[in-house]
């Protein structure tokens, strides 16, 4: 089946340390992937995508993501998070069936 | 302001009873979206409609309804034959419906059945 699998259900990171989120995807072909952030009670937020080209996508607040193939990834990173980035973290895919496939999300804590 | 709004942001109902959420866009996009999030398994896809008058079911469609009569609104009917209706539902719309687009997601509306 066609999914995606973020494998981290909740991490902690202290403020102003590095982060990274990972997202394992299973598709037969290259998938168009997503990064999305959620608030508590609140909708979601695009941070970046991938569709082709460079394989390092940049995205808004700071994020970043790198597409490697070998091993079937879109890792998310921060260098350094912010109180405000504790949230909750969604990776998704889509292979041109015009349906999102959502990971299970990685809750993201941020300690002082 | 454009945006995606959904009423009300939290809805009790009794057992039973049919219940339909709100999603009303204006962002003059085509396509639109109803999702369910519940703990711990991310968005399910509840229904979609990529135009006016036009729908597909989505992964977990038994026991919701939809239509889309104007291209801004996209109401979900929660039935009474949805078995475990009580979750947070997302409405999201996108500018075309295609691969590459953006979905905008709106606030969300918390059923809780009793």
Redesign the interface.
């Known amino acids: 089946a066609q999914s995606v699998t973020q494998p981290d259900i909740h991490i902690t990171v202290s403020e102003g340390a590095s982060l990274e989120l990972r997202c394992n995807y299973s598709y037969g072909a290259t998938p168009y992937l997503f990064w999305y952030v959620q608030s508590p009670g609140q909708g979601l937020q695009l941070l970046l995508k991938y569709f082709s080209g460079d394989t390092l996508v940049q995205g808004i607040k700071g994020f970043e993501a790198e597409f490697k193939r070998s091993q079937s990834s879109f890792n998310l990173r921060k260098p350094s998070v912010h109180w405000s980035d504790a949230a909750e973290y969604f990776c998704a895919g889509e292979v041109g069936d015009y349906k999102l496939s959502f990971g299970a999300g990685t809750t993201v804590t941020v300690r002082a | 302001d454009g945006g995606?709004t959904q009423s009300p942001k939290y809805l009790f109902r009794k057992e039973g009873q049919n219940v339909t959420l709100s999603c009303e866009q204006n962002l003059n996009h085509d396509?639109m979206y109803w999702?369910r999030q519940d703990p711990?398994?991310?968005?399910?896809?509840i229904y979609?409609s990529?135009i006016v008058n036009d729908f597909q079911k989505?992964?977990i469609a038994e026991g919701y309804s939809v239509s889309r009569e104007k291209k801004e609104s996209f109401p979900l009917t929660v039935t009474s034959a949805q078995k475990n209706p009580t979750a947070f539902y997302?409405c999201?719309s996108s500018p075309r419906?295609?691969?590459?687009d953006?979905?905008?997601?709106?606030?969300?509306t918390?059923l809780t059945v009793l």
């Open positions: 995606i396509a999702y711990g398994q991310g968005l399910r896809l979609y990529q989505g992964d997302l999201a419906g295609e691969s590459t953006t979905q905008y997601f709106g606030p969300g918390r």
